[in-house]
């Protein structure tokens, strides 16, 4: 166990932070890279652990990857002639939901049989959302009791091609129908609740695969991947700790250069400019020629309140932390609704949210799908739990900065923050070292 970290109140937060490359894409860059016929290069590759178990479980299928320190990355693609192979152990999927879902959509349509499995929190999360379609296409799931991992995937191939209404939206379940869809025989259709983030469908375009797109439904056909060249931009959601701290206080000041924006992830920005902050976006060129990224700066104002549901979840489920935090801060009541799914991530991240926001003094309550917050308070430090989600740690670090008393908020679990971030903490201090 790593000791907890203890951070102060911050009195200003100025400047300029380009933050580690984009998680979501890094995942899905390597697994397309390594079923693509060929080399493809990457630039700006997470460095966080999630994404270094995506290689390393892709490596014990016999994918030759070669990672920089500098975030570029080369992948010798397996496809079409060779293809992954059985691993000689059980995969670490490490603390991964992404990593663990969208490979068992990869190896499915191998014929191999591939166990994964994960760190504590990894084993508790629901895994039958991704099992029950791969089983409709033909490749034998097998779970535990509880529907959750050791996950073992025997592949065959070809799939039956199937169509798939999944009951909650959720973009790693659909990655891993549609890359399935890659080895069926025939057309594979998810037919999506709600919209969710598209980094599949804009690299397999990227792949020269054919996608069909309408009325919330995505459509791939059986495909050779052709290798491609990518720079990945910066993570919309680890730039969202900052990004919501500045939003706090007038006069602060935040500019993320050259951050995903994905329809499906920026939500935030909505939420944002609703509670009354300042919000200014300047688009570039798409990564790849098929992936928003632009400059994204904030600038605190006066906030309030305001509700957050629907559709809109899906566009922001990983930054509901941070917007809880800045809630704290808000004139009214936050209200978030439809976010069940936040109890099924790297942590019940209701709970624990809660809990600890209400032990630095926040007026909050839970919901059986979301939470309500009452503000603005004057938050004061306190020993609080991230249960080693790296989300709540960098949450708490925000609600840290944002004590309106002195003393040191104590963070127990806030070296998980090297799961998505290693170097959160540095870019905290030079922010607010103005
Ligand atoms: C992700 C999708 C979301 C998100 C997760 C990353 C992805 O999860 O919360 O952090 O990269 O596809 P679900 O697919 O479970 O909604």
Not at 15 to 32: C, M, N, Q, T, Y
Not at 228 to 233: K, Q, S
């Amino acid at each position: 166990m790593s000791p907890p970290v203890n951070l102060g109140p911050i009195f200003r937060l100025e400047g300029e932070v380009r933050v580690p490359g984009d998680k979501s894409i890094s995942h899905r860059a390597l697994i397309l890279g390594a079923l693509a016929r060929g080399r493809s290069y990457l630039g700006g590759l997470a460095p966080g652990e999630d994404v270094a178990h995506t290689a390393s479980c892709l490596e014990a299928c016999g994918v030759y990857i070669r990672i920089h320190g500098d975030g570029r990355a080369m992948v010798e693609g397996t496809g079409p002639v060779h293809a992954l192979i059985a691993p000689a152990e059980r995969l670490d999927c490490g603390n991964s939901g992404s990593t663990m879902r969208m490979l068992a959509g990869a190896v499915a349509g191998h014929p191999i049989t591939v166990c994964l499995e994960g760190d504590a929190s990894l084993m508790r999360r629901p895994m039958r959302r991704v099992a029950a379609p791969l089983q409709e296409m033909g490749a034998a799931v097998r779970l535990g009791p509880e529907g959750t991992a050791p996950m073992t995937v025997e592949g065959r191939r070809p799939l039956r091609a199937i169509t798939f209404e999944p009951p909650v939206p959720s973009a790693q379940v659909k990655t891993a129908v549609l890359l399935a869809g890659l080895f069926a025989d025939g057309p594979t259709t998810v037919v999506e609740p709600a919209p969710t983030r598209d980094h599949t469908e804009r690299l397999l375009q990227l792949c020269g695969v054919q996608v069909a797109r309408g009325d919330g439904r995505v459509t791939v056909a059986p495909a050779v991947l052709e290798p491609f060249g990518l720079r990945i931009p910066g993570d919309l959601s680890s730039a969202a700790f900052f990004l919501c701290m500045a939003a706090a206080r007038e006069g602060w000041r935040v500019r993320c250069p050259d951050v995903g924006l994905n329809p499906g992830r920026n939500g935030v920005l909505d939420v944002l400019r609703a509670m009354g902050a300042g919000v200014e976006v300047a688009e570039g060129e798409p990564a790849g020629g098929v992936e928003p990224v632009g400059d994204v700066e904030v600038r605190g104002g006066i906030l309030h309140g305001t509700r957050i549901e629907g559709a809109l979840v899906p566009r922001l489920i990983d930054e509901l932390p941070v917007i809880a935090v800045l809630a704290t801060q808000a004139e009214g009541v936050t209200e978030i609704h439809d976010a069940a799914e936040l109890r099924a991530k790297e942590s019940d991240r209701i709970a624990c949210l809660a809990a600890g926001l209400k032990r630095m003094g926040a007026r909050c309550e839970t919901l059986p799908d979301g939470l309500l917050i009452e503000g603005p308070t004057r938050l004061v430090p306190a020993a609080v739990d991230a249960a080693g989600d790296h989300r709540l740690a960098m949450a708490f670090a925000v609600a840290a900065g944002l004590c309106a008393a002195p003393g040191e908020t104590r963070i127990a679990g806030a070296e998980s923050v090297a799961i998505s971030y290693p170097g959160f903490f540095e870019d905290l201090a030079t922010l607010s070292a103005g």
